[in-house]
């Protein structure tokens, strides 16, 4: 589907020289994803007014971009198709850089869980979202002359992605604090989210939509197409945006909305064809928004 002419499209361009290679670092290495993850959970601190946890910030963000970049350097990787994206391009050349960043950041994550009594007590839960996170896309089973992984499962990989964002961003921080995870509050808030990285998931089975018609998975845009899958993805912005908490303030409900709205925007312009910034800077960057909008709400 190609928008109206009359409209102007997004047009990402990268700044050239050592700017270009710095935001390629910071965007393939996942620090600006694991920035997104911090920021979530923040926003959900921020919306109880409460401080964020600094062991519990530098965990998530260090967990994530553990996992993230595992996937990257596993050796599994090295028999996949070549991809010429730039992003796939930059990794195959980083590798050695990416294999010290994973061990780093797992490491950090592992001191900080252990040296922090609350964490360890959530060891079941966050367990059983570590298990989702490592086994999304590691081989587990041969079937039919190739490997499997949770993420090649129908239609499956889009709801792994939103269940685990949003327990980890929602979840967590409730049981943290020790909230109930059936308080009407939380659970509010853990459908708002879901909903939200459920539409911003969508976008990236759009980027991945030859790929996955090449490998043999079934995403909803090879099932449906790419216009209905964006549909899709503005029927959950739609339902993210009703689920709005009660007794908000006006700046509350802006700094929930705001981002719902851009993401929109994202979701509509999405093509397969997009430069890799606009899925790894400006979708991802929807998340960041998301946080800033509330840290701005709580401060006035």
């Known amino acids: 589907m190609k928008p109206a002419s009359h409209v102007r499209e997004p047009v990402l361009v990268a700044p050239p020289g050592w700017p270009r290679r710095v935001l390629d670092a910071v965007l393939y290495s996942s620090v600006w994803l694991s920035g997104a993850a911090l920021g979530l959970m923040w926003a959900t601190f921020l919306f109880w007014g409460q401080h964020i946890s600094l062991r519990l910030g530098g965990l998530i963000f260090a967990a994530t971009l553990f996992l993230y970049n595992l996937d990257s350097v596993l050796p599994y990787k090295h028999h996949q198709l070549p991809g010429t994206t730039r992003r796939k391009q930059w990794i195959r050349a980083h590798r050695p850089q990416l294999l010290g960043l994973t061990a780093v950041a797992g490491a950090v994550a592992a001191v900080l869980f252990l040296t922090d009594a609350r964490l360890v007590r959530l060891l079941l839960f966050l367990g059983h979202l570590g298990i989702i996170s490592v086994l999304y896309s590691m081989p587990l089973l041969r079937l039919r002359g190739r490997w499997w992984a949770l993420?090649?499962?129908?239609?499956?990989?889009?709801?792994?992605?939103?269940?685990?964002?949003?327990?980890?961003?929602?979840?967590?921080?409730?049981?943290?604090?020790?909230?109930?995870?059936?308080?009407?509050?939380?659970?509010?808030?853990f459908a708002r989210r879901f909903l939200f990285i459920l539409a911003l998931a969508f976008v990236f089975d759009i980027r991945d939509y030859s790929k996955d018609r090449l490998t043999g998975t079934r995403t909803f845009p090879g099932l449906l197409g790419i216009r209905a899958t964006k549909l899709l993805g503005l029927v959950a912005l739609a339902g993210a945006a009703v689920l709005l908490p009660p007794n908000l303030t006006a700046a509350h409900e802006a700094a929930l909305l705001l981002p719902l709205g851009l993401a929109a925007v994202v979701i509509w312009y999405a093509q397969e064809s997009r430069p890799d910034y606009y899925f790894a800077l400006l979708t991802d960057g929807v998340m960041l928004v998301q946080f800033v909008a509330v840290w701005l709400a709580v401060g006035t």
Request: aromatic share 12%; proline share 8%; net charge positive.
């Open 151 to 189: 993420r090649d499962l129908p239609l499956l990989k889009v709801f792994l992605i939103a269940y685990v964002w949003a327990a980890v961003t929602v979840w967590i921080p409730a049981l943290y604090v020790g909230r109930e995870l059936a308080a009407p509050i939380v659970l509010t808030l």
